[in-house]
């Protein structure tokens, strides 16, 4: 395994640190939020402020320092301490979107006090706060975003890694391990680690696995128009094309307006074009095009990223359908039943259903008909 640590924040790829570096030298400043997908060297960009600007560095994750209590008795206490050595001091607290929900109720308000009451300068890191819940949060920090790493560069850092180290390499094998982590460098690095054998870069090493999570891939298509990344975007999904289609369809507008939108949306639909192709005549070579339309096609239909939070939501068409086909499948049932009994056809007593509500209301018929509860309910429901 390589190890390699950055030693400035000029060392950091693919970000601009330059912001980092103006908080830093702000007399009164905020806390500094750097937000982002994993792997593309948050936390990393703190140490290296560290090291650079000779701070000591008290990281506290706040997936074990979450609650009311813990924020205000350890982190509360950590902020007013002065340093060990006698040094400027940092406080890191990594991942502070994992405060969440009912079981960590009080812990964000008490961290915006920690923040207002702090001796030290505050970095914090997270995924995504664009949740609500941390708006507050957001107004008493300055915001700071990184993105996915265009593989190139992460190409070019695994390069220099293999030269240092002596390590035989292929460049269409780095490139390869680069382009497949969707800019994910942490990723990178741990692939190349395990892709060492006897001195030289292998395809015989074992792979990490890696699953994307579906908003880091909307979020790949919404705001980045690097044809290579677009591609790669949904390859790591766990999810199939249908659903991801409807993900961005439910999203789209958050991100798109004017002919941005209508243009992604015109890709969706040529998009859901081949799908229908490919259900109808099994022509599964159409997979290709309706992935290449969703992702290429909608990522380069904005002429620029829009900026600021979006929470991505998954669809509700799926719910709403799922309830009207439970709702259609009951009165069908119903119907059924009550064509025998009325010697009908299933589809009559089906289509003149609203006729037949009052009479299937009462008691006995309902018994006489063998109705169960849930269509008792369905029928009372009129």
């Known amino acids: 395994m390589i190890k390699y640590n950055p030693e400035k924040l000029k060392e950091i790829i693919g970000q601009d640190t330059k912001k980092i570096l103006l908080w830093l030298e702000r007399p009164r400043k905020k806390a500094l939020l750097i937000y982002g997908p994993t792997g593309v060297g948050k936390t990393a960009s703190i140490y290296a402020l560290a090291r650079e600007k000779d701070y000591e560095i008290l990281e506290l994750n706040s997936s074990y320092f979450r609650k009311k209590d813990q924020i205000k008795n350890i982190v509360g206490e950590a902020s007013q301490q002065k340093s060990l050595f006698s040094k400027n001091k940092l406080i890191l607290i ?8 009912r079981y960590d109720y009080g812990g964000l308000a008490e961290l915006n006090k920690v923040i207002d009451k702090s001796k030290h300068p505050i970095i914090l890191t997270a995924n995504d706060v664009s949740d609500s ?20 560069e992460i190409f070019e850092l695994l390069k220099t890694f293999c030269e240092k180290d002596k390590i035989e390499f292929d460049e269409k094998k780095l490139k390869n391990i680069a382009r497949k982590n969707n800019g994910d460098v942490r990723a990178s690095i741990l692939d190349l680690g395990v892709s060492i054998v006897d001195g030289k870069v292998s395809e015989e090493g074992d792979e990490r696995e890696y699953v994307m999570e579906i908003n880091e891939a909307l979020k790949l298509v919404f705001k980045s128009k690097d044809v290579n990344v677009l591609l790669n975007a949904f390859s ?22 004017g002919d941005d939108l209508l243009k992604a949306y015109e890709m969706l639909s040529r998009a859901d074009v081949f799908r229908g192709r490919i259900i109808k005549r099994q022509y599964y070579r159409f997979l290709a095009y309706q992935s290449a339309l969703m992702s290429v096609g909608v990522g380069l239909s904005k002429s620029e990223k829009r900026e600021g939070y979006f929470p991505y939501r998954r669809s509700t068409r799926i719910l709403k359908m799922w309830i ?37 209301k009462d008691e006995k018929v309902a018994s006489e008909l063998e109705l169960d509860d849930d269509e008792i309910k369905y029928v009372e429901g009129f």
Request: net charge negative; proline share 0%.
């Open 133 to 152: 819940k941390f708006s507050t949060l957001r107004k008493k920090c300055e915001l700071v975003e990184f993105g996915h790493v265009d593989y190139l």
């Open 236 to 257: 790591n999904v766990d999810e199939d094309l249908d659903e991801i289609l409807l993900w961005l369809d439910e999203n789209l507008d958050k991100e798109y307006s």
């Open 94 to 101: 990594d991942e502070v979107d994992g405060i969440s929900g």
């Open 324 to 360: 009207a086909k439970n709702r259609n499948a009951k009165r069908k049932s119903i119907a059924e039943k009550l064509a025998k009994k009325i010697h009908a056809s299933t589809h009559k007593a089906y289509k003149d259903f609203d006729n037949y509500v009052t009479f299937l």
